[in-house]
């Protein structure tokens, strides 16, 4: 369910290293809570995130969840195709339905965050 | 067995706009007795539209039959309990309709002179001395417009007091059970929000209250009795503390049917509170206003009040404008007259002893089904109950079936449903207020349908899932409405 | 029912209250009335007040005609005595007539989105304010002074207290019309918008495209105000405007000394997120029949609590129902007719009197009369049974020898003649 290149938050974030790069979205377990995803607001590319700051927000019909951000760094992409279809982040959270890619400025950063199997037993103490 | 209703035929009827055809009209106007004007010569060509590009155009016959069918497809109080806990659907008395409707009233200019408005003056002036007399506060405005508005007008007058002392401070204190506009209302005020966890019998922690007051605290804001229709039994104690730092106590009084009479918010410590003449008062909601949110304050904070304030002059009442400290106005003219009328109409046909006896038949309707229904729906808090219960799904979920879907079921079984997943700090609520104006009959119709409805959850709970079975709509897909929202009429291209 | 709820007394529903919190008496209230008593208690105040008067008050709360079928339709228990249609199932009459009012309010402003009304069009001016500051992400407002006097009073005591600074501009002294000059000297780059009415306050009709071109160059919004909505069945809509704010009062809703009104917003799409007040919106039912919804309720109060668009809760569902029967009423030939007959009925009024300013007005306009005073003039009609205008200086120290009046399809030629013969004298 959760793949081990992936790094993990307790607000429910994954984040995957590509060079300086760190590409962002929400997990399964976080889409599952929210169920069906009406909208999805990000941040315009250029912005500067820290880490464990919102920067975002994931509505269903009846609550909206922040994002916060597992690394610091610059926003360069953000995911246009949730704009018109954010039923995708149901649909496969940890793969197309990313929200955005962040030059860190700290790389370091990473290494605070959950491997997968920890993530799973977090998420199952959570439960 | 469904007792109450059994479904029968309704018209289909398209929008209005599907409706119209060129040419059709519904209105009359006199014949013109002064010269036309050339309006492209009065305003500019460039001010003067061609026409309304898809206004409909219909028949009288055709616009009654619409809007009276439309109107069908509706549930209503007039057609049975409305247990919406925290909202008041109680009985919309048709004389405070007729009285609103009277010439001199309903067609009373706002800026005619004072001395021909003497009458609505006066009805504004009854009103507030009522309302002061059932709050024990010592001065109200009318001014506001809905409950929310009110809200709005107290946090500003909080601040302004405390403005006036030398310091506004940063935040406003609020339980974990209140009404979401709490929070709103802070924020729009310029207050930061903490909330506070509520005890395990849904009331205010005073140890954990204690803790959290200081300088910085603006106000606490406190619904009594709270949300789970629980009267908050230290209130006095928990005003002492929120006072002992220069704070205040704001009452949010959307619940206060269950106190007329009884209890007076002025009484036990309270500084500041809005009232909801469309809950309390019996003023319709009409499908979702107009409202009206009266504050009431304590003398402190009367010097604050918006502009205009209502006074006796020797010339009988006028409006006072000449006040430096209010915090302006927040609506135009005096607040909304015609609900103010309405409201005045519930409480003279009442008086205190009646507004006294419907307080305590609200809450006995209330307890009558607590007892009635205990048995087969959790009650997670088992504190005394006032005007209204709060349930949980926790029986029920066991089987799969959640709080909305009872609700959905209760329609078949003729009834409006209660208030759904509130408060928050009761998973799964079911949130019942019935209000005094419902008989013996109605309430016991109601019980038996939750109770039909508890045992189907054991027997087959697909029955539950999949209600409502004899609305004319189904349930309806609010994920499409939010991803791809329609929010206006176009033609089919 | 004590019996089954196992109590004596309905007393005992209150015991667990602290002594020193109860009331220990009856309210100091005068005892119940009867339906003829509580009757004839309103007719003697209403008598109290102006009846029978022949009246050319404005100034946002206009004369109209109330046709009878919107009463007809407001007064049905199942419009009346409902609630906020959370139920989708059975409050499909409340919704789909909230539907077609959105509708008809974009057809009208020529916005594409509208909101189901707020409280009315003086506090629909500050959340229009509020909103465009979330837009931009700037906190400074400029607003014309030609704007209602009371609504930018509610302005001020909403923007106090969320770091936004009100600041105004003035008029030409020649038209009434806003002076652009002072906008465009005015404006910077922390403006989130620029707020005008038309027709304005004196009834004049303002370029609002040519203020809005200004407002965009500074990348500020431009919000548009109407207090006259009639006027909109036959005025331009301004294209270029960002955001409407208006009142609905003079379709079908009485004066009612003040309220209750409705007031909308309507903007782009594109701000839609940001946008106070309900919405409904189309979707299916399970059937997979057309059906409607409250919908974009994330952007509200019980969701997103501290971080709401506005406080607001609700809409004014019944007002806007009064306001959706009487667009349906007089439809697309009727709105047009009724704004010219208002149109040649003020002109009518105006010809015979002194005007202040230049500008094109559409049912109101502002009259001077040098060296006299408005409320002496206004004393002399009350003994004609004639309500004058308003005497403007209080509002405007500038004009203390003007008033505003207005004329409407109600007005008659006769009492227009009596008026200006009165001044004659």
């Keep these: 369910m959760y793949p081990d290149n992936l790094r993990y938050t307790k607000e429910h974030e994954w984040v995957e290293v590509e060079g300086d790069i760190g590409k962002v979205g929400i997990t399964h377990h976080a889409q599952d809570q929210l169920g069906d995803i009406v909208y999805v607001d990000l941040p315009k590319p250029g912005a500067r995130v820290e880490r464990g700051r919102s ?9 909206v969840s922040d994002v916060f951000s597992p690394v610091s760094g610059e926003v360069v992409e953000i995911n246009e195709t949730l704009g018109t279809a954010p039923e995708k982040l149901n649909q496969d959270p940890h793969g197309d339905a990313w929200l955005v890619r962040i030059r860190m400025s700290a790389p370091d950063e990473i290494k605070q965050l959950m491997t997968a199997a920890q993530y799973q037993n977090y998420i199952g103490a959570e439960i | 067995m469904i007792s109450k209703v059994r479904s029968h035929v309704t018209q289909n009827e398209p929008l209005l706009f599907e409706l119209s055809s060129p040419g059709k009209k519904a209105y009359q106007l006199p014949e013109l007795d002064v010269p036309p004007v050339d309006a ?122 405390l403005e006036s002392l030398g310091n506004p401070r940063k935040k406003i204190l609020i339980p974990d059970s209140a009404h979401g506009t709490n929070p709103a209302t802070a924020a729009i005020a310029g207050y930061a929000v903490e909330n506070i966890k509520s005890n395990d019998r849904g009331m205010i922690d005073l140890e954990l209250l204690a803790r959290v007051v200081d300088e910085d605290v603006a106000a606490l804001m406190i619904t009594n009795p709270n949300t789970l229709g629980v009267f908050e039994e230290q209130i006095a104690r928990i005003a002492e503390i929120v006072h002992s730092k220069g704070a205040q106590v704001y009452m949010d009084g959307a619940n206060m049917n269950a106190l007329v009479g009884i209890t007076r918010p002025g009484d036990f410590g309270m500084d500041v509170m809005h009232l909801n003449l469309h809950k309390t008062f019996s003023t319709p909601h009409g499908g979702g206003g107009p409202g009206s949110g009266p504050v009431a304050v304590k003398k402190h904070l009367e010097p604050f009040l918006p502009l205009p304030r209502l006074t006796a002059g020797h010339a009988g009442l006028r409006f006072d404008y000449d006040r430096p400290r209010a915090i302006g106005r927040v609506k135009a003219f005096y607040g909304n007259f015609g609900v103010i009328v309405r409201a005045l109409a519930y409480i003279m046909a009442h008086g205190g002893e009646g507004l006294r006896n419907a307080t305590m038949d ?132 | 029912m004590l019996e089954a709820c196992g109590v004596s007394s309905l007393d005992d529903f209150f015991s667990h209250l602290p002594p020193d919190v109860r009331l220990n008496r009856q309210l100091a209230l005068p005892a119940g009335q009867s339906e003829y008593e509580i009757s004839a208690y309103f007719r003697a105040r209403a008598d109290q007040n102006a009846t029978g008067y022949a009246s050319f008050l404005g100034a946002g709360v206009y004369n109209h005609y109330r046709p009878v079928l919107v009463d007809t339709v407001v007064s049905r228990g199942e419009f009346l005595t409902s609630y906020t249609p959370y139920q989708a199932e059975i409050s499909q009459g409340t919704l789909t007539t909230i539907f077609e009012f959105q509708t008809m309010i974009c057809q009208l402003t020529g916005m594409e989105v509208a909101n189901a009304s707020m409280y009315c069009g003086s506090t629909a001016v500050p959340e229009a304010g509020m909103m465009a500051a979330r837009i931009t992400g700037r906190n400074r407002l400029l607003v014309a002074r030609t704007l209602h006097p009371e609504y930018r009073e509610v302005l001020k005591t909403y923007a106090r207290y969320q770091g936004m600074a009100v600041e105004e501009f003035g008029y030409t002294a020649g038209h009434g019309t806003v002076d652009l000059d002072d906008l465009d000297r005015r404006l910077d780059d922390k403006t989130a918008a620029v707020i005008l009415q038309s027709p304005n306050f004196f009834g004049i009709v303002e370029s609002v495209d040519a ?47 003040g309220g209750p009104y409705a007031g909308v917003i309507a903007t782009r799409e594109k701000y839609i997120r940001q946008m106070p007040g309900r919405l409904a919106g189309e979707t299916k039912d399970s059937h997979g029949n057309r059906a409607y919804c409250l919908t974009l309720a994330t952007r509200e109060q019980h969701i997103r609590r501290e971080k709401a668009t506005s406080n607001i809760c609700t809409n004014q569902a019944l007002i806007a129902l009064m306001a959706t029967v009487f667009m349906t009423v007089y439809g697309k030939q009727g709105v047009r007719e009724l704004a010219e007959q208002n149109l040649a009925k003020a002109h009518y009024l105006a010809s015979r009197l002194p005007r202040k300013f230049a500008g094109p007005f559409f049912n109101e306009f502002v009259a001077a009369f040098p060296g006299k005073s408005p409320e002496t003039i206004n004393g002399m009609m009350l003994e004609k049974k004639i309500i004058g205008g308003l005497p403007l200086g209080r509002y405007y120290p500038e004009l203390e020898d003007c008033m505003l009046l207005c004329a409407t399809e109600m007005s008659t030629r006769e009492q227009m003649d009596v008026f200006a013969e009165v001044l004659a004298q």
């Design chain 2, 40 to 161: 492209s010569k009065a305003l500019g060509a460039e001010h003067v539209r061609r026409e309304v590009e898809g206004f409909p155009e219909v028949s009288e016959v055709e616009a009654i039959r619409h809007f009276t069918r439309l109107s069908t497809w509706n549930y209503a109080i007039d057609l049975g309990l409305y247990p919406l806990g925290s909202c008041t659907m109680k009985y919309n008395p048709r004389l405070n309709e007729a009285v609103a409707r009277i010439e001199g009233l309903a067609w009373a200019h706002p800026y005619q002179p004072e001395s021909l408005s003497q009458g609505a003056m006066e009805i504004m002036s009854a009103l507030e001395s009522a309302l002061i007399e059932i709050t024990g506060m010592d001065a109200v405005t009318l001014q506001p417009a809905a409950g929310a508005h009110g809200e709005l007008t107290g946090i500003l007058l909080v601040r302004a007091y």
């Design chain 3, 211 to 257: 203020a809005a071109d200004l407002a965009h160059k500074r990348g500020a919004m431009l919000i548009d105000v109407f207090t006259e909505a009639v006027s909109l069945g036959l005025l331009e809509p301004p294209r270029q405007a960002d955001i409407i704010a208006g009142e609905l009062q003079s379709f079908a809703i009485s004066p009612s000394y």
């Design chain 2, 362 to 493: 609200a809450v006995l309707n209330a307890n009558y089904i607590r007892k009635k229904l205990e048995g087969y729906y959790e009650l997670p808090h088992r504190a005394p109950s006032m005007h209204e219960c709060v349930f949980s799904d926790a029986r029920q979920a066991k089987q799969g079936v959640k709080t909305m879907d009872i609700a959905k079921r209760l329609i078949d079984y003729g009834f409006h449903p209660y208030t759904v997943s509130f408060p928050l700090i009761v998973h799964g609520a079911l949130m019942i207020e019935p209000t005094e104006t419902e008989s013996k009959r109605e309430l016991d119709l109601f019980v038996a349908a939750l109770i039909a409805i508890a045992k189907e959850v054991e027997e087959d709970p697909e029955i539950v899932l999949k209600a409502p079975y004899g609305t004319r709509t189904g349930r309806v897909d609010e994920v499409t409405a939010a991803r791809k929202p329609v929010l206006r009429w176009k033609p089919a291209d």
């Design chain 1, 55 to 63: 920067f975002g927000s994931v509505e269903s019909v009846k609550a």
